[in-house]
């Protein structure tokens, strides 16, 4: 049994500084936290399998900011392009009408992300990212089968207040 989801829903804090190159052209380092929660049905020629997965994304890293309409960091439109250090933890509880079972996985990756942001005003900007973390999954052996599920990327969409 496979399973994912792609509008698992969830929530995440940062914190960034903004290191001006010039030009319009900045190195941003970064701080992040994003969990996400999803509820599955994971089904197979045995019995169908309840599945709720949580997963943890704590990261260290840094991305670089282009602002290439304006050419003056902090102003208009951006394109994103980063690297971070994550630390990826998915916990994976699963039930069917006669067993339960739960399970968690670990681990640590490398992992790029790329999207475009707004700034608005000097504290208020707005992103879109992808973040690729491929290969993350975690599977569950309930009663004579096993059941899985994978995330294959996130899409996050960030509001940042900056001080």
Request: charged share 15%; glycine share 12%; proline share 3%.
């Amino acid at each position: 049994m496979a399973g994912a989801s792609l509008f698992a829903g969830g929530y995440g804090l940062g914190f960034q500084t903004v290191l001006d190159q010039g030009n319009g052209m900045a190195i941003v380092p970064r701080l992040d936290y994003f969990h996400t929660s999803d509820a599955v049905t994971l089904t197979s020629t045995g019995a169908p399998v309840q599945a709720s997965v949580k997963t943890s994304i704590p990261s260290l890293g840094v991305d670089y900011d282009w602002f290439f309409l304006s050419s003056e960091t902090g102003k208009g439109l951006y394109a994103i392009a980063g690297l971070a250090l994550t630390s990826i933890s998915m916990e994976m509880t699963g039930t069917t009408a006669i067993y339960s079972a739960r399970d968690t996985t670990r681990k640590n990756t490398l992992i790029p992300q790329l999207g475009l942001g707004y700034q608005f005003s000097r504290h208020f900007s707005m992103e879109l990212l992808w973040r690729d973390v491929q290969d993350n999954d975690v599977t569950l052996p309930i009663g004579q089968s096993y059941a899985a599920y994978s995330m294959g990327g996130l899409v996050q969409v960030g509001l940042n207040l900056r001080f």
